[in-house]
């Protein structure tokens, strides 16, 4: 919680601004909107919300005490995800596996601490899985009740696709091991369909539960940074948290149960593939090697999945009184000092911060051509804008369009500026776009910094005639 309350990272990503906007969107109409209310290119196009609760809770902490509240509900998220990490690594592992354990995990989920939707339903992904590592070690199917968590987790964030695609392997598992092949089949199967079933009470329903299948086969999802393939040429906490890993488990000899290999070796595969997934695989990567390195560190000692002897304990203790107080004392602390300073926002290369502020006041309501990452915080300062983070909601065909103008590709940029009728434009000075712009009759460069350049059309500042009357 400490780390996201003064990180400057939290607020890096720019889709933060956009998800601030549609949860106090969603607060002023109390409705979850089912078309487009912050673009001119796509207004009134269908939209699935699919965070909207993320959005409305990070909104209201917006509203309570701004962006230093926004930061701490984030961090609030992260701490009580570690938290659960360290629960299920305290059942099986000493100290020093523990303090390893924690080390690499946090290593590769540092990276990912933005102020977004994931981290609000990090915890619910890690409670969820060891809820049903509980239910194997007990011998028995998940509880019930637990399915209720996929109500809240679907109108949270599209990774409860995730809970429900894991809860095949561990029924497969138990299958295997228990005698009653039907019984288990019937409660599995059973807590499988309600959680199904729960997961459809969203806005959206069944449209909710198709929107992850149908981001995952967008043609564009190579040019977004965070839908990239992880890259190995440059030394990173990840692969150092792989390498490390594999040699601990190789040297120890430990041993995964089959079911549970597939599913690590498929979170390897996700990370692989899209950087965003690196950090689905260091939460749940801590929680499903902690029995197998457990086992493999001390074979002789009983653990929770084992009947215990009398008198056995297992490898944890309830915090103290005393160690409780003083972590509720540094959390208040935290809080404290968090919002007695506030958080200022400063530019980044997702934020304009500054560029904004110097676009002239008539200019904001007139059609921009703006940066891709720059969208969400043009949305956040009220201006309708040309594309932002929402890549679904636009389609393969208008990213493309916009990736052709950005790179200032002719007819592309002739075609798109006359269409929409573009008067101004904020775009990154790495952008092909720029040295166009500053060629091109009509045009000019108002403001430029090493994060962003505001080009406006010489019409767009007309001054408003005068009033009769006025004095010249």
Partial sequence: MAVAAFSARVFVDGDTNWHVAAGRWILTHLSVPRTDPFSFTAAGRPWIAHEWLSEVLMASAYLIAGWAGVVLLIGLAAGLAFALIAGELRLWLGPWGQIIGLVLCFACLEPFLYARPHIIATPLLVFWTRSLLSARRAGRAPRLELTL???????????FIFGLAIIGPFALEALVEQ????????????????????????????????????????????????????????????????????????????????????????????????????????????????????????????GPRLVPPVGWRPNWRVPSVPVAAALALFAAVVVGVRLAHPLVRRDNANVPVTAMAKVPAQLLTQPVFNEYAFGGYLIFKGVKVYMDGRADMYGDAA?????????????????????????????????????????????????????AVVFVRNDALQPAPAKPGAAP
Avoid: C
Avoid at 149 to 159: D, G, I, R
């Fill in 149 to 159: 968590l996929m109500a809240v987790w679907a109108n949270l964030h599209a990774s």
């Fill in 179 to 302: 005698p009653n092949k039907l019984k288990t089949i019937v409660d599995w199967g059973v807590f499988g369909v309600i959680a199904g079933a729960f997961a459809l009470a969203t806005p959206q329903g069944f449209e909710g539960i198709v929107f992850p299948f149908m981001v995952m086969t967008m043609k564009v999802l190579p040019n977004i940074l965070e839908w990239h393939g992880a890259s190995f040429q440059e030394f990173s906490s990840f692969e150092g948290a792989l390498l490390i890993t594999l040699f601990l488990g190789l040297w120890r000899g430990v041993r995964v149960p089959i079911f549970r290999l597939i599913l690590l070796l498929g979170l390897v595969h996700m990370a692989l593939q899209h950087v965003r997934q690196e950090a689905v695989l260091a939460a749940l990567a801590p929680v499903l090697l902690a029995e197998p390195f457990g086992r493999a560190l001390y074979p002789n000692r009983p």
């Fill in 399 to 451: 990213v493309q369009k916009y990736l052709a103008v950005a790179s200032g590709a002719e007819p592309d940029v002739d075609q798109v500026f006359k269409h929409w009728n573009i008067r101004w434009a904020i775009i990154s000075p790495r952008d092909g776009l720029v040295p166009l712009l500053e060629k091109r009759p009509g045009w000019r460069k108002l403001y430029g910094d090493p994060f």
